[in-house]
């Protein structure tokens, strides 16, 4: 996973000085360059920058440190600008797909002897038809968008088994992105804590404009009207194997995914849940500490992280998501 200050501009130089910023709060370029171990002149260079970015300011000869949540803010707000910018040009991307189904649709590849394009219908026939893929050319890479809370209810209570079996032998790894209200599900925490363990990937978006998936990178998985779920159209989807095609779907996911929110039981996470459980009880740092037998120091870390990764603009703010969330459930 990049560094989310990478994604933001800042580079590892940078990133590493901010954060000796952070630890010493207040400091002059002596005292950073004696902290980083370099030379002075490098380290007003990279200082300069910093201020230029927002991040730091300069007071009377010393270096003083943003909250981190306030000083990233205008960096996210750009990068957010251009995200929005990359995903209008996506969509209309997207837009193309169904000229391209109605061209393929008239012949056969006949390269390969298949259809480049085949409606399948079933909820049955699409998980077996993933399975069927990756038997064909393990390990696969398996991407996948989840819009709604019925196929969720029904990929858990019914057929994530096999694809779950599939990752324990290394036929396929599965990448998935879904509704933050499916979390609250039952069965479904279960199912992608067994996802998880066996190496799939899953987030979180408040919104998931729509199902669709690539199987490898030949073909892709697309419903019967864009924008829709699968069991609303009875499971009916087009398997369309066109490279065209995978590769906007991939590039979409790709964006969607630098978006979605990790799960808070993933990697991390469960420090973060802890010290959010606690403070929704109204224990202080100090208690918070003592309960879990950590420094303050790193409380004070865990809900930075949890800010970050929830996009709250306070501890407040990280409490209600983190519930609406269903990390506090």
């Not at 990133?15 to 400091?27: D, G």
Request: glycine letters at 8%.
């Amino acid at each position: 996973m990049s560094d989310p200050f990478e994604t933001l501009g800042l580079d590892p130089a940078q990133t590493a000085l901010y954060s000796a910023i952070l630890r010493l709060h207040r400091a002059t370029r002596t005292d950073l360059a004696q902290a980083m171990d370099g030379p002075v002149e490098k380290i007003a260079r990279q200082l300069d920058d910093l201020v230029k970015l927002g991040v730091v300011d300069e007071q009377s000869g010393e270096y003083l440190a943003r909250h981190p949540a306030a000083a990233l803010g205008r960096l996210i707000a750009e990068r957010l600008d251009r995200l929005a910018e990359e995903s209008r040009m996506i969509d209309s991307a997207l837009g193309s797909i169904r000229g391209l189904i109605r061209d393929y649709d008239a012949g056969r590849d006949y390269q390969s002897g298949h259809f480049t394009v085949e409606m399948v219908s079933g909820a049955d026939v699409l998980y077996e038809s993933v399975v069927g893929i990756a038997v064909q050319s393990p390990p696969m890479a398996l991407l996948t968008g989840i819009p709604d809370e019925r196929t969720m209810t029904d990929f858990a209570r019914k057929f994530a088994d096999p694809w779950i079996d599939a990752q324990k032998r290394d036929l396929l790894t599965v990448q998935a992105i879904i509704p933050v209200t499916t979390l609250l599900l039952p069965g479904v925490r279960d199912m992608l804590t067994r996802l998880l363990e066996t190496g799939g990937k899953v987030r979180t978006l408040d919104r998931v404009p729509s199902w669709f998936m690539t199987a490898g990178s030949e073909v892709a998985g697309l419903p019967a009207l864009w924008g829709g779920n699968l069991p609303d159209h009875a499971y009916n989807f087009y398997l369309v194997r066109t490279p065209i095609v995978v590769g906007v779907l991939r590039a979409l996911f790709n964006e969607l995914w630098g978006r979605a929110v990790p799960l808070p039981w993933s990697r991390g996470g469960d420090g973060m849940v802890q010290v959010l459980r606690l403070a929704a009880q109204g224990m202080c740092d100090d208690s918070i500490a003592r309960q879990l037998g950590v420094s303050v120091r790193t409380v004070r870390a865990r809900f930075a992280d949890a800010i970050a990764q929830l996009g709250a603009q306070s501890r407040f703010h990280a409490g209600v998501e983190a519930t609406r969330r269903g990390w506090l459930s």
